[in-house]
């Protein structure tokens, strides 16, 4: 009885915030109220702070070098997108502190245009999760996440980095917290020229007009107005400017693109022995604007702004049973000027999601979902999941998750001018996925299949006029399995740490039986982490299979396979100051993740990091 409490807590806990007790003791707020209950279910991996600062150029060669998916980048630091288990970055929601943030227009997230720096912690979940996080979450979510912290005083801490290529990485970070109040305030700047070079079969590529900067700063607050009230708030503001590459000097116009974006989200967390509610209001902002020629008026631009109330109450019925429900509405405004013609739009959404979980025993767990979206104009349809886990042994655990999920469409593809199609219907999948773990000694390994069927997928195709218009058309089914291995052992003063991952996908238009494009069939990646009292040392290793890069499965136009190694080390002196040195790309592999665009040859950085 004392384990099954002891989860039900967890539930309620919002991040072990355990209100229940009179004695102040130090806790941790994390402000996604529904992480601590993802997590019983499901696989979170989860990438700190100091794991970032292994790939710190930007939050795509994280991705890359540090999780499953594939990362389509059209230069360093310039547009990407992601692809999850065969998906289509429409198809993978970005979740900061619990509220979508996938864009009104694009229907995605633009990874260089979310600052690398600006979290606590980095998740990556596989698999479906639209009863929880909304539209988009299909193939899998990105997960940024902050959190505060009590009763720790204060902190700083600062990180700057040199790299090739005439870039700069800073961060600073401040905080205060007692027994009551919890402060939290953080800045990043970078800056780059991104003039590197690439030599391959005799040709020289140039990436003029790479340069990019940009600015983001974090601040956030809790408050307990009670031993069981508490108020918080967290705004996150993003400034950056990317210059788009051009392959043949002179001969090719200069462009550039402008992003400004705003997010800003107030909660209000009651929590009692038996019930627990989570109250928010968020707010969300993105601009851009686009210049055909860099040195010209802006050529189009879109303004979008999301007004969000979010609740989420549970109820513990009993030790083994909880019931959790969650109501949204938003109102989505969009103005698109230019070249893109979508004019001042708005439209209402909301929801309605109801989950229930019982456990057993201490070993066995299961839950299930249901939600409707009521989003105007559009018919939604009914969402729903199950999952369980059990426990099997010490040495063996085993999950089921099975989902249906959905994509509504996009402001573009709804008004775009001329294109976009309001006849449009959501996009939905169907998704199975069998995890297996087992635990030997200090081994862990997880093998995970999955299948997934998606239907009425939205397509930008060839219209009878001549112009690109937006379709209902694919089937797609995707399958294959993801796996890990993961080693630690600690003897004395030496500490050895291995990750390594693999994944296989195959993901078939099944109108054309062809594998959809910038999905690679083998993805493998590795590290080692090994640490001798103040001094670590690692090695990274990423190897991407052969990638088509058009529906046909053209050979000639396939991005051939490739294998990348980085390697680092720090050192630490006084407890408060390391010393930091990086190699990537140690072999000089010339590597792309999106044809024409290849990404940079060996290149180095050495860093500062300040901790007090």
Not at 35 to 51: P, Q, R, W
Not at 232 to 248: A, R
Not at 573 to 579: A, D, G, N, R
Request: glycine content about 8%; charged content about 20%; hydrophobic content about 35%.
């Amino acid at each position: 009885m004392d384990i099954k409490r002891s989860l039900v807590l967890l539930l309620s806990s919002y991040g072990c915030f355990l209100f229940a007790q009179e004695k102040t003791v130090d806790t941790v707020y994390v402000f996604d109220s529904q992480m601590s209950k993802v997590k019983l279910f499901h696989h979170i991996a989860s990438i700190t702070n100091e794991d970032a600062e292994k790939n710190s150029s930007n939050l795509s060669e994280l991705l890359r070098f540090q999780s499953p998916v594939y990362i389509k980048e059209n230069g360093r630091g310039a547009v990407s997108s992601p692809s999850f288990r065969g998906t289509t970055a429409q198809q993978t929601a970005f979740v900061w502190n619990g509220i979508n943030i996938n864009s009104s227009f694009l229907g995605q997230g633009d990874i260089n245009n979310i600052a690398l720096f600006g979290y606590d912690q980095i998740g990556i979940k596989s698999g479906g999760g639209s009863v929880i996080y909304g539209s988009g979450a299909i193939g899998g979510s990105i997960h940024l996440d902050n959190s505060l912290t009590f009763n720790k005083g204060f902190h700083t801490s600062l990180f700057s980095e040199s790299a090739s290529f005439d870039t700069y990485n800073n961060v600073v970070k401040g905080s205060y917290s007692n027994e009551r109040l919890s402060f939290k305030v953080s800045g990043s700047h970078s800056i780059s020229r991104n003039d590197y070079k690439v030599e391959e079969k005799g040709k020289d590529y140039t990436n003029d007009n790479g340069q990019y900067y940009n600015t983001n700063i974090n601040i956030a607050a809790a408050y307990k107005i009670a031993s069981r009230h508490q108020i918080s708030w967290i705004s996150e503001f993003f400034n950056g400017k990317q210059h788009y590459p051009v392959h043949f000097g002179n001969m090719e116009e200069q462009t550039k693109y402008h992003t400004q974006n705003i997010r800003s989200l107030i909660s209000w967390d009651w929590n009692e022995r038996k019930f627990s509610n989570s109250f928010k209001t968020a707010y969300t902002e993105e601009n851009f604007q686009y210049f055909g020629n860099i040195n010209g008026p802006e050529t189009s631009g879109a303004a979008g702004k999301n007004y969000i109330l979010k609740n989420d109450f549970n109820y513990f019925i009993s030790p083994e049973w909880n019931i959790n429900v969650i109501g949204e509405f938003q109102v989505n405004k969009g103005l698109g000027e230019g070249t893109s013609r979508i004019g001042d739009i708005s439209r209402n959404a909301g929801s309605v999601a109801g989950l229930l979980r019982y456990f057993p025993t201490k070993d066995l767990r299961f839950e299930a979902g249901i939600k409707k979206d009521f989003v105007e104009k559009i018919s939604s349809p009914v969402l729903f999941s199950f999952s369980g886990k059990w426990n099997v042994v010490k040495w063996y655990d085993v999950g089921l998750n099975v989902s249906r999920n959905f994509r509504a469409p996009s402001f573009n593809d709804l008004y775009w001018s001329p294109g976009g199609n309001m006849d449009l219907k959501p996009e939905t999948s169907y998704q199975f996925e069998l995890r297996n773990q087992f635990k030997l000694g200090n081994f862990k390994l997880m093998i995970a299949p999955f299948y997934m069927n998606i239907r009425d997928m939205i397509r930008w195709l060839p219209a009878n006029s001549g112009f690109y218009a937006a379709f209902n058309t694919n089937r797609v089914e995707s399958y294959g399995l993801e796996s890990q291995l993961e080693f630690e052992k600690k003897v004395g003063k030496h500490t050895l740490r291995t990750h390594f991952g693999y994944s296989y996908t195959k993901s078939t238009d099944l109108d054309i039986q062809k594998q959809l494009m910038y999905v690679p069939f083998h993805k493998f990646t590795g590290m080692v982490d090994y640490q001798y009292d103040f001094v670590k040392v690692y090695v990274q290793g990423m190897f991407n299979g052969l990638t088509y890069t058009d529906s046909n499965e053209k050979r000639k136009d396939a991005l051939d396979p490739y294998f990348v190694m980085n390697a680092g080390v720090n050192a630490t002196f006084f407890k408060h100051y390391t010393v930091g040195f990086k190699v990537n790309n140690i072999l000089n592999e010339t590597y792309y993740t999106m044809l024409s665009y290849p990404l940079p040859e060996r290149n180095y950085s050495v860093h500062l990091n300040i901790s007090f």
